[in-house]
C-alpha cells in the first residue's frame, strides 16, 4: 500500500512539472510574439515617418542637397528658414488660403451632409434607399470622371478664379453623409416619438437633439475633411489663375520651380512641407478620439 501511494505521489509530481513546463513554455511563446509584433509595428512606424525626418533635417541646412548619410544631420538654419519661408516668400499666404478653404468646406459640408441624413433616416418618401444608394454610388466616380465636367461648369457660371471654385464644389460629401445616417440610426427611436408628441420640429429636432448627440461624430468627421480639404492641388491648381489665391499645396509647387531655377534652395521646398505638415497633424492629435469613434462608427 505505501508503495502505490509513493508511486502515485510521484506521478503527480510528474504531471505538476510537466504542466508547469507547458505554462512556461507558453508564456516564453507570448512574449516572442509579442516582442515580434512589437518590433515589426516600430519598423512600420519608423518607415512611415522616416521622410518626415528627413524633411525636417533638411529645411535646418542651407540648401539641402542631401548625397550621403552623413548630410541627415540637424543643420543651424532652421530659425532662418522659416523665417524666410513664412514672411519672406510669403508662404503664410497659401496657408491661409487654405485654412479659409478648409473651414469654409467643412462648414459647408457640415450643413449638407446633416440635412440630407435627417431626410435618409427620420423622412419616408417613395424610393428612399434608391436615393441613398445613388449618393454612394458617387463614391465609385473617380475623380478624372468627374474633373472635365466640373470645369466646364465652374467656367461657365464664371467661378473659376474665385473662392467659391474651391469651395462650392466641395459642399457634397456621400461619405459624410453615409456616416452620418450610420450614427443617426443608432439614436432610439424613442426620441424621435417623443420630439413629435411635444410637438417639435425638424430643424429644432435636428438643433437640439442630433446635433449634441453627435458631437464626438461631427468632430472626427471635421477632422477628416479638414485634412482632406487641405490636402487638395490639382483643382485648384487648374481652377485658380491668381498666385494670391493659390493654396499650401500649389505654394509649395512655386518653391519647388523656384528651387528648380537656382534661386531657392531645396531647403525652402523641406521647410515649406514642413509648415504644411502641421495644421493636419495637430488636428489628428488633439481629436484622435473622435476620430477613432467615427471610425468604429462608419464600420458598424
Request: no cysteine; hydrophobic share 55%; net charge positive.
Amino acid at each position: 500500500m505505501l508503495g502505490s501511494l509513493l508511486t502515485a505521489l510521484t506521478a503527480a509530481v510528474e504531471r505538476s512539472q510537466s504542466a508547469g513546463r507547458t505554462t512556461s513554455e507558453r508564456i516564453r511563446r507570448f512574449e516572442t510574439e509579442q516582442l515580434t509584433l512589437h518590433v515589426l509595428a516600430a519598423t512600420v512606424v519608423f518607415l512611415i515617418v522616416l521622410p518626415v525626418l528627413i524633411a525636417a533635417l533638411v529645411s535646418t541646412k542651407r540648401a539641402g542637397i542631401v548625397t550621403s548619410i552623413g548630410d541627415l544631420v540637424p543643420g543651424g538654419h532652421a530659425l532662418s528658414n522659416y523665417r524666410r519661408a513664412l514672411i519672406g516668400l510669403e508662404f503664410w499666404r497659401f496657408m491661409l488660403n487654405s485654412f479659409v478653404m478648409s473651414v469654409a468646406v467643412v462648414v459647408g459640408k457640415l450643413i449638407v451632409s446633416l440635412l440630407a441624413a435627417l431626410v435618409i433616416v427620420y423622412y419616408r418618401f417613395p424610393y428612399k434607399n434608391a436615393v441613398f444608394l445613388f449618393i454612394l454610388f458617387t463614391l465609385l466616380l473617380p475623380v478624372p470622371v468627374r474633373f472635365v465636367p466640373l470645369y466646364r461648369l465652374t467656367t461657365e457660371l464664371g467661378m473659376n478664379n474665385t473662392f467659391f471654385a474651391i469651395t462650392v464644389p466641395y459642399l457634397a460629401s456621400a461619405t459624410t453623409v453615409f456616416i452620418l445616417r450610420q450614427h443617426f440610426l443608432s439614436i432610439p427611436a424613442s426620441l424621435v416619438e417623443t420630439a413629435k408628441v411635444d410637438g417639435v420640429g425638424p430643424l429644432r429636432f435636428l438643433w437640439s437633439v442630433l446635433i449634441p448627440m453627435s458631437r464626438a461624430v461631427l468632430v472626427g468627421v471635421s477632422v477628416i475633411m479638414f485634412v482632406y480639404t487641405w490636402n487638395q492641388y490639382l483643382w485648384p491648381l487648374v481652377i485658380i489663375n491668381a498666385e494670391s489665391l493659390q493654396v499650401a499645396q500649389v505654394g509649395l509647387n512655386l518653391l519647388r520651380g523656384q528651387a528648380s531655377t537656382g534661386e531657392v534652395a531645396w531647403s525652402m521646398v523641406m521647410t515649406g512641407s514642413i509648415l504644411t505638415l502641421l495644421p493636419p497633424l495637430a488636428l489628428l492629435v488633439l481629436f484622435r478620439r473622435q476620430l477613432l469613434e467615427t471610425f468604429t462608427i462608419q464600420q458598424k
